[in-house]
């Protein structure tokens, strides 16, 4: 049975890409999840696998050497899919410091422990065990309005923010780590997320949350600026397929194909709440174009982000399958379907689900 250690397993990606694992392989393989539990994580996301007997439980800091290093030691990990980082942009901008902390030294961690339980006394590595590595295509900077204009493998890495920043320094110890001691390790790069569970401080919950609350959408600058949004679903079936198919030393770039201004975005969710709110719902009315706020821009703020994910549906054979129109559908719905979820985040009591649930574990 293969054994995963995946890190941030609580978080938004990486619960989604647990779910995703039971549900391809079920009994088949056995996932440890190692999460500190930051205001990101939430094991609510979770709550449905958490009695599986294959699957495991880990609160632990990614900065602390002694506690993974015991998890390689008391397990005989076969992959490591690394998602733990602090993800957020504007959090960045405020407080830095921990950007650094969790994703730079952290991956420094998890790269050492994994090394050390997987290097043979030769310096070669014991066979068929893999290091994936989650990153970002911000690490490329940001491209000009030019529809023709994408990042490939070979853009040179430019980030700006620094969220961007510590992604791309934690993607460069990781490729410091294959070109040095041939340590196998692949690198993903992908746009950005959608789906259920992502915490609503990122565009698409918090334009939802603030939505059926009645409150203002915030438009940061003139709301031109394009991201490449993926199904998170996609992503994880493309993390799985990199895992297993990818050349170690290689980056490949996950895309959704689909880029958007942040103001088409905003108005297609204001047009699929308007569609699927029963009319008897007291909060239709609310949910209106008067809402949209244009409000200060962001620091730095990155124009444009667009992917071209050629490489991995050359080598590999991954391709974005959900249409933008369907997925933010399904999303809209599963937020609506799960008002608790958004109410136990927004209401901070997701943090005492870990208390409750894992007192006497
Ligand atoms: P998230 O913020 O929702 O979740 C991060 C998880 O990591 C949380 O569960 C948190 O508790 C955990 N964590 C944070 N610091 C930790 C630490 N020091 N030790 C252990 N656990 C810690 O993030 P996400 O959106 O799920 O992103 C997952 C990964 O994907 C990140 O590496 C991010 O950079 C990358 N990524 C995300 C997007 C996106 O659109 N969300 C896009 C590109 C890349
Ligand atoms: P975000 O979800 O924070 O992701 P990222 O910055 O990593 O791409 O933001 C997506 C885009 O939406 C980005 O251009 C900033 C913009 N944005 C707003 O206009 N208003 C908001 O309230 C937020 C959170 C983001």
């Given amino acids: 049975m293969r054994t995963y250690l995946v890190t941030g397993g609580a978080g938004f990606i990486g619960s989604n890409y647990i779910h995703y694992m039971f549900e391809k392989y079920g009994d088949a393989i056995r996932i440890i999840n190692v999460d500190k539990l930051t205001y990101a994580g939430n094991l609510e996301n979770l709550k449905d696998i958490e009695d599986k007997p294959n699957y495991t439980f880990v609160k632990a800091d990614i900065c602390d050497k002694e506690a993974i290093a015991k998890i390689f030691e008391e397990n005989d990990i076969d992959r490591v899919v690394h998602f733990a980082a602090e993800s957020h942009v504007d959090r960045s901008i405020k407080n830095p410091e921990v950007f650094v902390q ?4 952290g991956t420094a961690v998890m790269l050492n422990c994994a090394k050390a339980a997987w290097e043979q006394e030769d310096g070669t590595f014991k066979d068929d065990k893999r290091f994936l590595h989650v990153s970002t295509d911000e690490v490329y900077g940001s491209l000009p309005d030019d529809p023709n204009a994408y990042f490939y493998e070979t853009t040179p890495i430019d980030p700006h923010s620094p969220y961007s920043s510590s992604k791309a320094s934690s993607d460069l110890l990781v490729k410091a780590y294959v070109d040095t001691y041939h340590f196998p390790a692949i690198i993903t790069n992908c746009s950005n997320n959608y789906g259920p569970y992502q915490f609503p401080e990122k565009l698409i919950p918090l ?3 603030n939505a059926l609350a009645g409150k203002n959408l915030p438009v940061y ?3 031109k600026n394009v991201r490449d949004w993926l199904y998170v ?20 770039n996950i895309g959704g194909h689909n880029e958007k201004q942040n103001i088409e975005i905003i108005n297609i969710i204001i047009e699929t709440l308007q569609e699927l709110l029963p009319d008897s719902d007291p909060r239709k009315a609310n949910v209106t174009k008067d809402l949209i706020t244009y409000v200060t821009d962001r620091k730095g703020h ?27 559908r399904l999303t809209i719905k ?7 979820w958004m109410k136990n985040v927004t209401s901070g009591d997701y943090q005492k689900y870990y208390e409750g649930m894992y007192a006497n574990r």
């Fill in 102 to 105: 969790t994703n730079v030294l």
């Fill in 207 to 209: 334009i939802i949350n």
């Fill in 221 to 223: 600058g003139d709301g």
């Fill in 233 to 252: 679903m996609d992503h994880a079936k493309g993390i799985d397929m990199a895992t297993e198919g990818g050349r170690f030393g290689e980056r490949y």
């Fill in 302 to 328: 990155d124009r444009r982000y667009a992917i071209a994910p050629d490489k991995i549906k050359e080598e590999i054979g991954w391709y974005p399958e959900t249409m933008f129109k369907d997925g933010i």
């Fill in 334 to 340: 599963w937020y609506l379907e799960n008002e608790d």
